[in-house]
T-cell receptor, first 110, second 115 residues
């Protein structure tokens, strides 16, 4: 897996956009970037993934730089329920292990 | 079922006993993963299967840990001669097969406490 680096914590005001960065400078051409989050004691929850192009779904948007060395997960209107640890992962191949690092603890404040 | 099911949800066992943790993946999912998570830490990879074949067991901490998925569906993670350091949340996940890029769905986990 490509090594990923994320800030340990971030704060965001409720209703504002939360932008979570991830560096993955050693990513190879066929490695996707995945984002998961874990709310308190629940199991990790898939958010979004992408390869080269920016992606958007009902949960978030993923912006990947042209050189693919970094990406940003965007929660457009953060709510208190978005408080969680967010993990950026770049597994070697589809169907292979997901290596969770330390992630970013996002705290959404009222 | 609708999601990944793990049983039991909670298991308390005495040191030295063997335990078996069960994972029932989403129907039709090819890949199945086992993770262990200590309090305040991210999930730690243990092993994964594609169908019945164990593809990667590099995360199993020692030979007391083993896993099987004999028919490519339900999987069992077995810990022999449990030790207190084995206490953790054990999580299972499954994902479908297909082109690059598939999401993994996690179960609620089994909380193992070794006393």
């Amino acid at each position: 897996d490509a090594k990923t680096t994320q800030p340990p914590s971030m704060d965001c005001a409720e209703g504002r956009a939360a932008n979570l960065p991830c560096n993955h400078s050693t990513i190879s051409g066929n490695e996707y970037v995945y984002w998961y989050r874990q709310i308190h004691s629940q199991g990790p929850q898939y958010i979004i993934h992408g390869l080269k192009n920016n992606e958007t779904n009902e949960m978030a948007s993923l912006i990947i730089t042209e050189d693919r060395k970094s990406s940003t997960l965007i929660l457009p209107h953060a709510t208190l329920r978005d408080t969680a640890v967010y993990y950026c992962i770049a597994p070697q191949t589809s169907g292979s292990r997901l290596t969770f690092g330390e992630g970013t603890q996002l705290t959404v404040n009222p | 079922g609708a999601g990944v099911s793990q049983s039991p949800r909670y298991k308390v066992t005495k040191r030295g006993q063997d335990v078996a943790l069960r994972c029932d993946p989403i129907s039709g999912h090819v890949s199945l993963y086992w993770y262990r998570q200590a309090l305040g830490q991210g999930p730690e990879f243990l092993t994964y299967f594609n169908y019945e074949a164990q593809q990667d067991k590099s995360g199993l901490p020692n030979d007391r840990f083993s896993a099987e998925r004999p028919e490519g569906s339900i999987s069992t993670l077995t810990i022999q001669r449990t030790e207190q350091r084995d206490s953790a949340m054990y999580r299972c996940a499954s994902s479908g097969q297909g082109a690059y890029g598939t999401e993994a769905f996690f179960g609620q986990g089994t909380r193992l406490t070794v006393v």
